[in-house]
């Protein structure tokens, strides 16, 4: 109760007016005296990933108390994907802020941060992370799959694949309309391997949630068991010193990367884990992940680079199995939040047969899910989910139809006059952190409506914003630096030619150096918008930085003496 007292300039009156009010709840003094541990509560109407919430929360506060401890929940921000203008990634930093200084301004021995929505997590813990206080993080769990018309679906990959059938008029409006009804079945996050489920997933091989948190689904037992457990362990905690320092080092973050490309996870995974490692002031190297991808092939079968769903990854033991299959890779010394490393909490996983998780040398794909590239157009990188690309365009040569924004992509993608072929490569500009703002993920531009019904399913595209981590396609994402702060790929024009190499990591735009100097020279960057000269948009658009960055404020990364971020530490 003494910790953090607000300021009246006398701190025993600050105490006794503190207890005062909360004792209006009714607490005793034994209950103040107890460590108290607070929990995040994101639950919302707006949010149904975290529909689970309230019962979470009871079970949480129930493993505290079994504990010893006083559980308090404390409201933050809730961000879903859905119900979030302009878009989600544009309000995580917002969250991370909240979560941060909610952390720092109450009076808690540690915390548990309830999260699952796909920025939510990466939020959580970038302000733990900064707020330095004990963290463990709990995830909503996945939601269950649905059946339409005797097929299992679940969000969000088969809602995108529904989407393009009705898009290439494959099916009517009654069918897509039936299939809206059962593509989420339940609360709880997306299905599939998307960014939900990417980040519960790192986060646990990060060593910051229990083993085995990562992959009960949102309605069952074994999710509210992992709840009561977190709330114990929370309180373990303050009692060992277990800080997220302790636990976030980059030996934590190389295991989180390895298990990214292992699981063939979402791209904004990559994002995200940046902006954390950023935190901690740890820069994350691109070429170097690349590098780990070579190596480590992709073992999950889950979509949208395989069949199965988060439940059947639950079924066939979660995380374990995969770690399993890592451990010649992994840094086993690693502490996580039970005091124990990720090596001993392993050894206590019992194995057993499953089809889910392959074995190394028998994997669904020969690579890490994810590589970089880098080219002209690209001097800082760009990025794409290769498990989920089509073969036949990795390597390609094309012409480009290029997008300025998103309005033009909505005024042209459908037109029938269109100027495009299937072998062309589209470009979408403008789509970065600045440039939309918040890189939204539109970078799953559609295919035009006239070719989607010829059947073509898949061409190359690029862009500078971000996908789904539930999309799938030779997508190319997060070019870096972005065209709104004149990066090349404001420089490109429709008609010119484009290479694209994942073999040879390599995206380069087939125009002379004296041709994009004379673009550049009459390059003009997009005028401020209505909204963008004040409030937390202005923030945003000041100091955001770019995707290898992380897309977190520059002034919230972690400096060194010399205030400049350090390599490693
Ligand atoms: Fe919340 Fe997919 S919309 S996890």
Redesign the pocket.
């Known amino acids: 109760m003494r910790k953090g007292l607000t300021n009246y300039g006398d701190a025993e009156f600050s105490l006794f007016l503190r207890k005062a009010f909360i004792k209006g709840a009714g607490y005793s003094d034994d209950a103040l005296n107890r460590p108290i541990v607070g929990i995040t509560n994101t639950g919302s109407g707006f949010n149904p990933?975290h529909g689970n919430a309230p019962q979470l929360i009871e079970a949480v506060k129930r493993g505290v108390m079994l504990a010893g401890g006083l559980p308090v929940d404390f409201p933050t921000i809730s961000i879903?994907?859905?119900f979030a203008h302009p878009n989600s990634m544009f309000l995580r930093n917002l969250m991370s802020m909240d979560t941060e200084e909610m952390i720092r301004a109450l009076p808690i021995d540690s915390v548990v941060l309830i999260g699952?929505?796909?920025k939510t997590v990466p939020a959580q813990l970038m302000g733990a992370a900064s707020a330095g206080v004990p963290a463990i993080q709990l995830v909503t769990g996945s939601m269950l799959t649905g059946s339409h018309r005797g097929v299992r679906v679940g969000?969000?990959t088969d809602c995108r694949r529904f989407w393009g059938m009705y898009r290439g008029e494959e099916i009517d409006q009654q069918e897509i309309t039936e299939v809206n009804d059962q593509l989420v079945a339940s609360v709880g996050?997306?299905s599939v391997m998307?960014?939900?489920s990417t980040m519960a997933c790192v986060t646990e091989a990060l060593g910051m949630m229990l083993p085995g948190g990562a992959t009960p689904p949102a309605v069952t037992a074994d999710r509210i068991r992992i709840a009561e457990r977190t709330g114990a362990q929370a309180v373990a905690m303050i009692q060992a010193g277990i800080t997220p320092d302790r636990i976030l080092t980059k030996k934590a973050f190389e295991n989180a990367l390895m298990v990214l490309l292992a699981i063939g996870g979402s791209t904004n995974g990559i994002v995200h884990l940046a902006a954390i490692a950023g935190r901690c002031g740890i820069r994350i190297d691109m070429d170097e992940v690349d590098a780990l991808g070579r190596d480590i092939p992709v073992l999950v079968n889950l979509k949208p680079s395989g069949t199965h769903y988060m439940e059947d990854l639950h079924k066939a033991g979660g995380l374990a199995p995969v770690l399993r299959e890592l451990r010649p890779f992994l840094h086993l010394d690693a502490l996580t939040v039970t005091g124990r490393t990720l090596g001993e909490e392993l050894d206590a996983v019992a194995a057993f047969a499953q089809d889910v998780v392959r074995p190394l040398d028998k994997p669904i794909y020969p690579q890490g899910g994810i590589a970089f590239l880098r080219g002209n157009l690209a001097p800082e990188g760009a990025i794409i989910k290769q498990s989920a690309a089509s073969l036949e365009l990795m390597e390609h040569e094309g012409r480009v139809v290029v997008f300025d924004g998103l309005e033009d992509l909505a005024q042209r993608i459908d037109d029938p006059d269109l100027d495009v072929n299937a072998d062309d490569i589209l470009v979408l500009k403008n789509i970065g952190p600045k440039g939309a703002p918040g890189m939204p993920e539109a970078g799953y531009i559609p295919i035009p409506r006239k070719l989607a019904r010829a059947g073509v399913k898949d061409m190359v595209r690029i862009s500078d914003g971000r996908m789904s981590g539930?999309a799938g396609g030779t997508i190319i994402l997060h070019v870096t630096p972005e065209a709104a702060v004149g990066g090349p790929l404001a420089l490109i024009e429709s008609g010119d030619r484009l290479r694209l190499s994942v073999r040879e990591r390599a995206l380069d735009l087939l125009v002379s150096d004296e041709e994009l100097a004379r673009r550049r020279d009459a390059l003009s960057l997009p005028a401020p918008r209505e909204g963008d000269g004040r409030g937390y948009r202005k923030l945003f658009l000041d100091t955001v930085t770019q995707a290898d960055n992380g897309c977190d404020f520059d002034f919230l990364r972690s400096l060194n003496e010399h205030g400049s971020i350090p390599q490693q530490r």
């Open positions: 990933c879903h994907e859905s699952g929505c796909d969000a969000c996050t997306c998307g960014t939900a539930t």
